[in-house]
C-alpha cells in the first residue's frame, strides 16, 4: 500500500491560512483518489476535500468550500490541501487518505494526520 506522510500543520490565527501537504511513497496521478479528512476532539473523522485525479475533479464539504483548495503535484507525488480563512471550528488533525479507483476511503491508505490549530 502506498504510505502517506502529512506536514504543514500548526497554529494559526482565525482568518489566518495554512497549506497542508502529503508526501505519497509512489506515483497516485492515475490509480488513486486523494482525499482530506479531519478529525476534531470529541467528534467522528468527516470528510474536507478530494480530487478524483490529476487535473480531474475535487469535491469539497460544504463546510469548507470557496475557502480550501485541493491540488496535486505529480511530479512530487504530493497532495495539497490549501486552507484559507480559517475558522475555530476549523481546528482538528487533518489526514490524508489515497483511495485505489473503485475502493473506499475505510479501505484506503491513511497517514498519520498533522495537528491544525485555529485561535479565536
Known amino acids: 500500500q502506498v504510505q502517506l506522510v502529512e506536514s504543514g500543520g500548526g497554529l494559526v490565527q482565525a482568518g489566518g491560512s495554512l497549506r497542508l501537504s502529503c508526501a505519497a511513497s509512489e506515483r497516485t496521478s492515475s490509480r488513486y483518489t486523494m482525499g482530506w479528512f479531519r478529525q476534531a476532539p470529541g467528534k467522528e473523522r468527516e470528510f474536507v476535500a478530494a480530487n478524483i485525479w490529476s487535473g480531474g475533479d475535487s469535491y469539497y464539504a460544504d463546510s469548507v468550500k470557496g475557502r480550501f483548495t485541493i491540488s496535486r503535484d505529480n511530479a512530487k507525488n504530493t497532495v495539497y490541501l490549501q486552507m484559507s480563512s480559517l475558522k475555530p471550528a476549523g481546528t482538528a488533525v487533518y489526514y490524508c487518505?489515497?483511495?485505489?479507483?473503485?475502493?473506499?476511503?475505510?479501505?484506503?491508505?491513511w497517514g498519520q494526520g498533522t495537528q491544525v490549530t485555529v485561535s479565536s
Open positions: 487518505v489515497a483511495r485505489r479507483n473503485g475502493s473506499t476511503w475505510h479501505a484506503g491508505s
